[in-house]
């Protein structure tokens, strides 16, 4: 068994959406981000890479890469997965923590869940996502930006 932690932030800015777990989120910024700044999923693609002692996200998707300019991440999380496949490892659980002051997430959650689940092909409740906020201190507290927190624990098919 491995484990592996991840971790992403991103500003807010104007004009972009605001997508997390690949779920469009109605709020009046999004995040800046050379791909969808899918603050949670690039957090989840830093542990599974992590686990697997690979580097982190930039290595294996460089925002100097115009192919990566505002892709959908979870195409990045799927990308992540095969190699996991390939690689006869298999996910055993994610736990994830979104650091956000607003909007509130709690009526997005399962769905953000669904689409983890369904891009990892893995179960629904073998994915957990929390959404916390920093009580108004930091600069997510301060409505700057987004934090991502995941832990991800990997099995050895062999």
């Given at each position: 068994?491995?484990?592996?932690?991840?971790?992403?932030?991103?500003?807010y800015?104007?004009?972009?959406?605001?997508?997390?777990?690949?779920?469009?989120?109605?709020y009046?910024?999004?995040?800046?981000?050379h791909?969808?700044?899918?603050?949670l999923?690039?957090?989840?693609?830093?542990?599974?890479?992590?686990?697997?002692?690979?580097?982190?996200?930039?290595?294996?998707?460089?925002?100097?890469?115009?192919?990566?300019?505002?892709?959908?991440?979870?195409?990045?999380l799927?990308?992540?997965?095969?190699?996991?496949?390939?690689?006869?490892?298999?996910?055993?659980?994610?736990?994830?923590?979104?650091v956000?002051?607003e909007?509130?997430?709690?009526?997005?959650i399962?769905?953000?869940?669904?689409?983890i689940?369904?891009?990892?092909?893995?179960?629904?409740?073998?994915?957990?996502v929390?959404?916390?906020?920093?009580?108004?201190?930091?600069?997510t507290?301060?409505?700057?930006?987004?934090?991502?927190h995941?832990?991800?624990?990997?099995?050895?098919?062999?």
């Amino acid at each position: 068994m491995r484990i592996g932690h991840g971790y992403d932030v991103h500003r807010y800015v104007e004009n972009r959406k605001l997508i997390l777990g690949g779920v469009e989120i109605p709020y009046k910024f999004g995040l800046l981000g050379h791909s969808d700044a899918d603050v949670l999923v690039h957090a989840i693609i830093d542990s599974l890479i992590g686990a697997l002692c690979l580097g982190d996200i930039g290595k294996l998707f460089p925002d100097t890469d115009i192919k990566y300019k505002n892709i959908d991440s979870l195409i990045l999380l799927k990308h992540v997965n095969n190699i996991i496949i390939e690689k006869k490892y298999e996910i055993i659980n994610i736990d994830s923590t979104i650091v956000i002051q607003e909007p509130k997430l709690s009526s997005y959650i399962n769905n953000i869940r669904k689409n983890i689940a369904d891009t990892c092909k893995i179960n629904i409740n073998d994915i957990n996502v929390k959404a916390k906020t920093e009580e108004n201190l930091g600069f997510t507290g301060a409505l700057q930006g987004v934090a991502a927190h995941a832990v991800v624990l990997i099995n050895n098919k062999n």
